[in-house]
């Protein structure tokens, strides 16, 4: 019998919960594996008060006998990934078999330089914000069939031959172009030689791993990272990462045809939160805006810059209902919500004097959109407690089934609060 299939995906600009979600759902799966986004993603796990975030490792680390694999889509930062590694080791926590993909591209320490460089030279207006992990600047050496793979640094004399090539050009990019030093051949291909071997032992046929995984029945779970309005061909460009981070990209990203896939669950934040820059149009800078992001700790997982905090935008989720077939919501921080008066929502956008139910395409009409809102009545009980819907107070349960109404498809997670045990399972 074919094994379970489910994509879990980022519904809105990241920082969804992905992380806690994947690990809420992780009893149930045997293969946890990363599709694309490198180290730019910090997905956040609460168990027994203890709190871990992973950036390239998936978030199923945790739980023991279990495979775990980075894939072809995904960009390693070598010393990030065997940070993180190490820091579980020290905990005895690394309890799940690494996979990692030899089609996985690396990223190289030039790729950091030249994020950092590209960034600071966008003038107000064009900066993106990136999370300075070389993420874009990896993917265009991918894109332009000049990068080092992982199985590269496999082999010493390929992965010389590769560097050089790709040193003279980027020292030329960045000392002529961005008037930075120059990186040194010998330290970066040393470093580089010191990371094959230490990730020598976990290289593998990741699609090859995920095949017989399905084919023995067991459950399989694709983590995206990022979100759907941050992917690079459906998301607010250019304000966005250099990936895909929609659940077709796992199947690209992991090397399965896309009929495997048997659920899209799309993470869905109660309000919204967007790091970095590029229009929102349900942003709130006001009072209201700074308590959801005191409340809800908007505070990036991976870079620490305040998150800016908004209303749940209905037009969003629709296409992201759209944009990744998704087929069921796991919605989190229900809790952030209580005892915040009434609620808006945003049901529909005025564009240039236009009403408009649907998500526009281009940055321009994106940020001229004006939210429409509805305002749902709130609640102040205490819902942090709740492990069955009935349990949530009615007007809790009325804004969960808003958005099922508004969306078309059901919530069948709910989170209230960060702890692997702090979730509402309806009909899962
Ligand atoms: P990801 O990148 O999508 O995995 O999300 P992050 O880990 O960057 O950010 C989500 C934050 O919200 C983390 O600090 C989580 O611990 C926290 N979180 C997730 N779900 C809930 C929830 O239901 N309630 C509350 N209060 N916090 C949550
Ligand atoms: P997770 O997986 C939120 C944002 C950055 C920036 C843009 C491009 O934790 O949800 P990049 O470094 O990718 O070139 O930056 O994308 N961004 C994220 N925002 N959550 C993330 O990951 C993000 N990864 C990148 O802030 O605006
Ligand atoms: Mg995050």
Redesign the pocket.
Known sequence: MKGRVEAVV?AQ????G?GRVVDALGGKVDVFARYQ?GA????TVLVDGQKYVFHLLPSGMLYPCKTCIIGNGVVVDPDQLLNELKELQDQGKDRARLVISGAAHVVMPYHKKI?KAQESLRSKGRK??????G??PAYVDKYSRCGIRVEDLLDGEALREKLEYNLDEKNMYLTKIFGAEPLAFSEVYEAAVKWGKALAPYVEDASLVIDEAIREGKGVLFEG???TL?DIDHGTYP????SSPVAAGGCVGLGTGPGVVDRVIGVVKAYCTR????PFPTEDTGEAGAALREKGGEY???TGRPRRCGWLDLVALRYAVRVNGMSSIALTKLDVLTGMGTIPVCTGYEIDGQHEEHFPSGVYRQGRAKPVYERLEGWSEDISRCREFEQLPLKARKYVEHIEEASGIPVNLIGVGPGRDQTILRNF
């Open positions: 980022g600009w990241g920082d969804e992905k986004g730019n993603a910090g997905h994020d993106i914000g990136t999370t300075g992990r993420i874009g990272a990022q979100g941050l304000f966005v990462t250099s790091v970095g820059e590029g990036g997982a991976t």
